[in-house]
């Protein structure tokens, strides 16, 4: 089966040469997120709980738009440019997964991230239906 690609406009544009996901056989790869507001584009201002959740909702408009949520995200992938945000990034990140199965996931420490953001997350999930 051919890879589909999923949008919202709910979530920011992509601004390079990807999708904000893409479904194949079921399965959605979402692309990492970083805080931007989709209205303006713009980097969100705030410390790593306001990106983080900024992030998280990104994140729920492309899963929703490709059938799915985060009861469905099998493993997850946290960029944060500083460990000592791991804690308060970790706490707003769990509170998006309200089934008793969290996905696999693993927080990588960079070095920098796109317009100086805090944090990226990238998903993969299957639809809900």
Do not use: W
């Amino acid at each position: 089966m051919k890879p589909k690609p999923i949008s919202s406009d709910r979530a920011p544009k992509a601004v390079a040469a990807y999708s904000q996901a893409v479904e194949c056989n079921g399965l959605l790869f979402l692309s990492g997120q970083i805080p931007l507001d989709p209205a303006s584009g713009q980097l969100v201002e705030g410390d790593i709980t306001v990106q983080t959740r900024r992030v998280m909702d990104n994140l729920q408009a492309v899963l929703e738009a490709g059938g799915s949520d985060f009861e469905h995200v099998a493993k997850a992938t946290i960029y944060l440019v500083d460990m000592a945000d791991f804690a308060k990034a970790n706490e707003v990140y769990a509170g998006y997964f309200k089934g008793e199965v969290k996905p696999a996931r693993v927080t990588i420490a960079v070095a920098e991230l796109p317009r100086a953001a805090k944090v990226e997350i990238e998903m993969i999930a299957v639809r809900a239906s």
